[in-house]
């Protein structure tokens, strides 16, 4: 299929930003320099808080840029984008309409007289293999048969871009998969009503399944690491050498560090230089057993797949693992280190004392909070001391989330304890932090 | 100017009741300015504690200033009655749509915007069903706080001056102050027989429909 060059969206230097209820400006988006053409399907890829929904809801006209600018066909946008229709995760359909009313809403709107809605809404109920259900409510319909009348009425307004915002995580893997392949069927076959797909979404497979591009987006703030093109033919095969090194890839490109850019060791970071991963003692444990049980290799794609688990739910303890040592990352592949093997392999009270030596010298900030517990009058610190310094590169509930974070490893470490009524934190005695001053 | 000493008032058997007229007459203004609130976030924030406020102020203070009001405009109370009775019981539907604004979920907004739906519609095909549910259970509960208020607003009193509304509130309240209390009995078994009807005909069905139809979830 040759693909026409025509721009359809250029997206040029968009940056966004939200302030917060209490005043604090949170930067979602930074510089996105982007161009949307006819003829290929671009997915944008990242982890939670990389921006891509944001993102693509500036290319929808739903969000307006701070600053920079998005344009269609040339004209910048003004309110919503007129040559593109959405289909939504959560399908958005009205409750108080059939599925032929939803179907029909975009076209009511535009004016269309109700014959000539009629017939093409029921056209595109076919296309979609909804035939029959034209007067369900969708509250009678599973899941996958919403998403249908998503996707048929937004085809039936024949938009120049279709954007898709992670269309199938709400559907079962089963449904989900159906789905994804009748799309990909209607997309080859010449037929399809849009010129272009855009579609968000945080599953790797699914990206270089459905893709000719991949964009890969960065966190904090949101930005373009890389772009991979997917130059296989379709219909695609998930068990094929070249879909596995493209999957590898993009798992590389979403836990190594930035390209070009050199990230401070563990050791010597601050905590805003390396943000504590939103990852449970339980959970990064189990992964590094996980690696140990596979003989001390594992793929991340594999681990993935066997466990069933998002990127968002993976990456986290990956990224854990790697800060403490336990693990080590590289091009899509996990290694378990010797202080892991030892680790794993411990009674519970040594790999406690492993797990509080680790986290006490590499994870930045449970080391910034045994030090200063160190300095303390009495061993006792308000965890707001803590919020506070973090406030300082992160917004309210992200610093909330790495300070519960940082709590729940410095427990387990016994390293340190905290009291919910009063709101502090107290250094463990046993932990040798903090040497009462004799009188 | 339809004033009657308090000593003369006739009824008749089965007096009109009033406070079903009074939600149904008044509800533009509580269900805009509910919409308005609810819908943005920034002005709930503000104005939420302010409509708590005013609400818990009991609409019975202004029951004199408001006879004055209709002594000097010789309004007849029958019909200034029914504004005394919405007084009280629009704050309930106000709250309810409100809630029900506040309530509409971020993704039919982000729909409704995306398939550029013209006013009309966007008010036709979004916003009114999706309140609805939220407005039948205010005006359920307005409905209820009306008929207590017709009791007291059916006669009101100013400066010696007494207005009296035909009703069946004032029927009641007549026979209480006058202790007649077969008549107080016949009143208060006709206002129930009224509003047990009015609950079951009109506001259950209502509710039925607003269930099935228009819920969320």
């Not at chain 1, 840029?65 to 910048?76: D, L």
């Not at chain 1, 230089?273 to 057993?289: I, K």
Request: with cysteine; proline share 6%.
């Amino acid at each position: 299929m040759t693909i026409d060059h025509e721009v359809l969206v250029s997206v040029e230097h968009l940056s966004k930003s939200f302030t917060g209820a209490a005043g604090d400006t949170l930067h979602v988006l930074d510089d996105i320099n982007l161009e949307l053409r006819a003829g290929e399907i671009v997915a944008l890829l990242g982890r939670s808080g990389s921006g891509k929904s944001t993102l693509l809801r500036t290319i929808a006209g739903l969000i307006s840029p701070t600053s920079g600018s998005v344009r269609y066909r040339g004209t910048e946008l003004n309110g919503a984008n007129p040559g593109t229709a959405m289909v939504f995760q959560t399908f958005a359909l009205m409750p108080w309409l059939t599925v032929q009313d939803n179907v029909e809403l975009g076209l009511a709107a535009r004016g269309i007289s109700p014959a000539a809605r009629r017939t093409r809404a029921l056209d595109a109920i076919d296309l979609i293999g909804l035939d029959g259900f034209e007067s369900a409510y969708p509250k009678e319909l599973s899941g996958g048969m919403r998403q249908r009348v998503g996707f048929a009425r937004a085809l039936v307004l024949e938009p120049d871009l279709l954007l898709m915002d992670e269309p199938f995580s709400a559907l079962d893997v089963l449904t989900a998969e159906n789905l994804r392949t009748e799309l990909m069927t209607l997309w080859t076959g010449h037929n399809f009503p849009t010129q272009a797909i855009c579609l968000v979404t945080h599953n790797i497979e699914e990206a270089v399944l459905l893709a000719d591009r991949v964009i890969v987006l960065g966190a904090n703030p949101g930005h373009i690491r890389a772009e991979v093109p997917v130059e296989l033919d379709r219909p695609r095969d998930r068990r094929s050498t070249s879909f596995s090194v493209l999957v590898d890839k993009l798992y590389e490109l979403l836990t190594g560090a930035e390209p070009g850019i050199t990230e401070p060791e563990p050791t010597e970071a601050t905590p805003t230089t390396r943000p504590l991963p939103n990852a449970t003692v339980g959970g990064l444990a189990g992964l590094v057993e996980i690696v140990y049980a596979r003989g001390g290799h594992a793929d991340m794609p594999d681990i993935a797949n066997d466990l069933n688990f998002e990127i968002d739910d993976l990456l986290p303890l990956v990224d854990a693992a790697a800060m403490l040592d336990l693990l080590h990352v590289s091009a899509g592949n996990l290694e378990l280190t010797a202080v892991g093997a030892e680790f794993t392999t411990a009674d519970i009270q040594t790999s406690k004392q492993i797990f509080a030596a680790q986290a006490r010298s590499r994870a930045p900030l449970v080391r910034t909070i045994c030090r200063a517990l160190g300095a303390s009058a009495d061993g006792n610190l308000r965890a707001g001391f803590f919020l506070d310094l973090l406030a300082r590169g992160f917004g309210p509930e992200d610093a909330r989330q790495q300070l519960d974070t940082a709590i729940d490893w410095g427990r387990y470490g016994e390293l340190f304890d905290y009291d919910t009524d009063t709101d502090e934190i107290t250094a463990d005695p046993a932990a040798g932090l903090f040497t009462p001053a004799s009188a | 100017m339809k004033l009657r000493p308090a000593s003369h008032h006739m009824y008749q058997i089965m007096p009109t009741p009033k406070a079903t007229e009074s939600p149904d007459r008044m509800t533009p203004a509580p269900v805009l300015l509910g919409m308005w609130i609810g819908l943005n976030p920034k002005i709930s924030r503000l104005a939420q504690p302010v409509v708590q406020v005013l609400a818990s102020f009991p609409a019975n203070f202004l029951f004199p200033l408001f006879t004055a009001l209709l002594l000097a405009t010789g309004v007849s109370l029958n019909i200034g009655g029914i504004v005394l009775m919405a007084l009280g019981s629009q704050w309930y539907i106000l709250f309810n749509v409100v809630a029900g604004a506040s309530a509409i979920p971020n993704d039919l907004r982000e729909a409704a915007a995306n398939l550029q739906l013209p006013r009309k519609l966007w008010w036709r095909k979004l916003i009114l069903p999706a309140i609805f549910p939220s407005y039948v259970t205010g005006g359920i509960t307005a409905a209820g706080g009306a008929w207590n208020a017709s009791i007291v607003a059916e006669i009101v009193t100013y400066n010696g001056t007494t207005l009296t509304a035909t009703g069946l509130g004032a029927y009641i309240k007549d026979a209480t102050s006058e202790g007649n209390s077969a008549h107080t009995l016949i009143g208060v078994i006709v206002m129930s027989f009224y509003v047990v009807a009015m609950n079951r005909f009109f506001w259950r069905r209502l509710y039925a429909i607003s269930e099935r139809r228009f819920s969320l979830s």
